[in-house]
């Protein structure tokens, strides 16, 4: 049974970057799809990226091209999303989701880690 | 605004029958398989129906998924207490070339 474990929350002024962590066990991480949803305060989800930690394969939601940038160690089972240039408005609670066994060519999110609010702010 | 639209809201009393719609189009949901998800207030979300309709280990068979050409739903029977939460459709866009959430709908049970 795969758990995720994310990092604590973080406060960043305007302009700045954030890096938030997840941490799998209970898996095989390296052929997993590691996925990342943000949810604003009050908000619905958004689907932000994926990355399959193997083969090193990203896919980025548009919105967030070249703003986002989702790292993975195999060595530490971690999965990271770096999000730049960052706006009041990336205020959000950021949850890191497995997308199970790459093979299997879906997006469904299962589990979910507890979620890391990054509150920007000046 | 969503590509894939949910009323914002829906309620029912103990023991209804309840439906929630998702409606989309032919780059989503007329192509690709729909998710349910269930958020709890407080709580990260959870997978509640994977490939249209079916029901990972552990859920109820109260709840059940359907799909039908650009809109999908989702029925709650028996409708209890604990089952007041905000619930999200997802799909594959391929327009967008990414995953596309609905708006969520905030289910209370009165």
């Known amino acids: 049974q795969v758990q995720l474990v994310q990092s604590g929350a973080e406060l960043k002024k305007p302009g700045s970057s954030v890096k938030v962590s997840c941490q799998a066990s209970g898996g095989t991480f390296s052929l997993d799809t590691l996925n990342w949803v943000r949810q604003a305060p009050g908000q619905g989800l958004e689907w932000m990226g994926r990355?399959?930690?193997?083969?090193?394969?990203?896919i980025y939601a548009q919105k967030f091209h070249g703003r986002v940038t989702l790292i993975a160690n195999e060595s530490t089972t971690t999965a990271y999303m770096v999000l730049g240039s960052l706006r009041r408005d990336d205020t959000a609670i950021y949850y890191c989701?497995?997308?199970?066994?790459?093979?299997?060519?879906?997006?469904?999110?299962?589990?979910w880690g507890q979620g890391t609010l990054v509150t920007v702010s000046s | 605004q969503s590509i894939l639209t949910q009323p914002p809201s829906a309620s029912g009393t103990p023991g209804q029958r309840v439906t929630i719609s998702c409606s989309g189009g032919?780059?989503?949901?007329?192509?690709?398989?729909v998710t349910w998800y269930q958020q709890l207030p407080g709580a990260a979300p959870k997978l509640l129906i994977q490939n249209d309709n079916q029901r990972p280990s552990g859920v109820p068979d109260r709840f059940s998924g359907s799909r039908s050409g650009t809109s999908a739903s989702l029925a709650i029977t028996g409708l209890q207490s604990e089952d007041e939460a905000d619930y999200y459709c997802?799909?594959?866009?391929?327009?967008?070339?990414?995953?596309?959430f609905g708006g969520g709908t905030k289910l209370t049970v009165l």
């Open positions: 990355i399959i930690p193997y083969f090193n394969s990203t």
């Open positions: 989701a497995s997308g199970g066994y790459y093979g299997l060519g879906t997006f469904q999110f299962d589990p």
């Open positions: 032919s780059s989503n949901i007329g192509t690709n398989i």
């Open positions: 997802a799909a594959w866009d391929d327009s967008m070339n990414g995953v596309e």
